[in-house]
Each structure stands twice: as C-alpha cells, then as structure tokens.
C-alpha cells in the first residue's frame, strides 16, 4: 500500500491511497485541471483511480468532485448524510455510492473503516475518545494540524472567525493534534503527516515541533502536507 496528497489546506485537499490495483481519491477540492496536473506529479491519470471517497461537504473537500467525476465517469462514494448536503451538486450525476458512517465498506482491495468525528480528521475541532480510539495503533496517519493558538490569537481574523477556527466544529490547533499522539498507540506509526496547515496561522516548523515533542522523535520525522504540493508516496 502507498498513499500520497496532492495538496492540502483551505484551497483544496486531495489524498491518493493505492494497494494491489485499486487507487482512491480521497477528496478532491480542486477544479478539472489542477487536479489532472496534481495526479501527474504522482505518475497518475484520472483512468488510474477506482473511485472518490469524499469525507464531508466542505467546498475545500468535495468542490471539484461532481465535475471531474463525471469529465472521467469515475464512481463516488460518501456518507447519506454527506450525499443530502450536496444533492444540488450531484443532480443527474451516476455511479454515487452512499455509506453509513458506521459501516465497513470495501472498494476494491481497499477496506473502509469510517467513524464519527465531531468534524472531519482533517477538520477535527477536538478530539474524543471515540476518534482516539479508532486512531491508536494505525501505521501512518495524516493529522490535522491547522493553526498555533498564539498566532491565531494575535492575528488579523474578526473575533468571530477566531472562535468558529478554534472551536468545537472548527479546527484542531499544533497542540490539541500532538496530545492525541500522546494518548494514543504509536507503536506501529511509521509515518506521521500534518496537514490542513493554516497559511496565517501556523507554520510547519511550529507544527512538526509540536508533533515531534509528542512522539519523542526528531523534526525531520514529521511530514508536513502543504497547499501547494501535498506530499510523495509513502510506502507501507
């Protein structure tokens, strides 16, 4: 198994896993052509990838789906509840596959485990045991790492923004992603990723220390998935 991303952030997330044949496009918040010139830097086409799985109805997430799905008649799976939000933008579209959030899937040599979040991983607000517990002992994880608190709180956001970033549905900060490191099982982790990185309010020297102080490892372990170029393979 290898995964990789074509980029990641408030402009558009992409993330690419493939094993024995099967490749999923997990997300695509890019339009047509930015998304065919990001599978090329990984050596892909569209004609590569088996399906989308999108995580949540966020522009950033799903908004390039509906066009490039049907531009390469690729087949789309997402929760009900995901499917509802966005029945305007799917109307008329075929081969979209719905799933419970709760439910084992497979699409084709790759198994599925969804479990709720207050949010979405990469949008994850806080943590809970529930997601903790579905993390501990995983071989690689993309983490969000949005924002450091004390560049958000001497930024230039309106208040209001400030609050809804660092609230519940909002995003996870440097700090509140390295305590679920170390609450979890990270004895299997050979690859950490941060990613959702805010251009304002974070950067990936502070995201990588915050990490790295949490699993007790050096900077350079870290991965950071970056707006503009994601991230290469990564092998399991």
């Given at each position: 198994?290898?995964?990789?991303?074509?980029?990641?952030?408030?402009?558009?997330?992409?993330?690419?896993?493939?094993?024995?044949?099967?490749?999923?496009?997990?997300?695509?918040?890019?339009?047509?052509?930015?998304?065919?010139?990001?599978?090329?830097?990984?050596?892909?086409?569209?004609?590569?990838?088996?399906?989308?799985?999108?995580?949540?109805?966020?522009?950033?997430?799903?908004?390039?789906?509906?066009?490039?799905?049907?531009?390469?008649?690729?087949?789309?799976?997402?929760?009900?509840?995901?499917?509802?939000?966005?029945?305007?933008?799917?109307?008329?579209?075929?081969?979209?596959?719905?799933?419970?959030?709760?439910?084992?899937?497979?699409?084709?040599?790759?198994?599925?485990?969804?479990f709720a979040v207050p949010h979405v991983l990469t949008d994850l607000g806080v943590s809970t045991a529930h997601v903790e517990a579905s993390l501990s002992g995983c071989d690689a994880l993309v983490l969000e790492c949005n924002h450091d608190l004390e560049m958000l709180a001497r930024g230039d956001y309106p208040y209001s923004l400030k609050q809804r970033i660092a609230g519940r549905f909002g995003h996870l900060h440097n700090e509140a992603a390295a305590g679920i490191l170390a609450r979890i099982d990270t004895s299997h982790l050979t690859h950490i990723l941060a990613a959702h990185l805010s251009r304002d309010n974070n950067t990936p020297e502070l995201a990588r220390g915050a990490l790295a102080s949490a699993l007790g490892c050096t900077h350079d372990w870290i991965g950071v998935a970056d707006q503009a170029s994601g991230f290469g393979w990564r092998g399991l």
């Open positions: 198994m290898r995964f990789a991303s074509l980029g990641s952030g408030s402009d558009g997330n992409g993330l690419v896993v493939e094993a024995d044949g099967t490749c999923v496009l997990v997300d695509c918040g890019f339009g047509v052509k930015d998304t065919v010139a990001r599978l090329a830097r990984l050596g892909l086409e569209p004609s590569s990838l088996t399906a989308i799985l999108v995580t949540h109805e966020h522009a950033d997430h799903i908004g390039g789906v509906p066009a490039f799905a049907a531009r390469y008649e690729i087949p789309v799976w997402a929760t009900f509840g995901t499917l509802a939000e966005v029945s305007w933008r799917i109307e008329g579209m075929t081969r979209i596959y719905g799933f419970d959030s709760h439910d084992h899937f497979a699409i084709g040599a790759l198994e599925v485990t969804p």
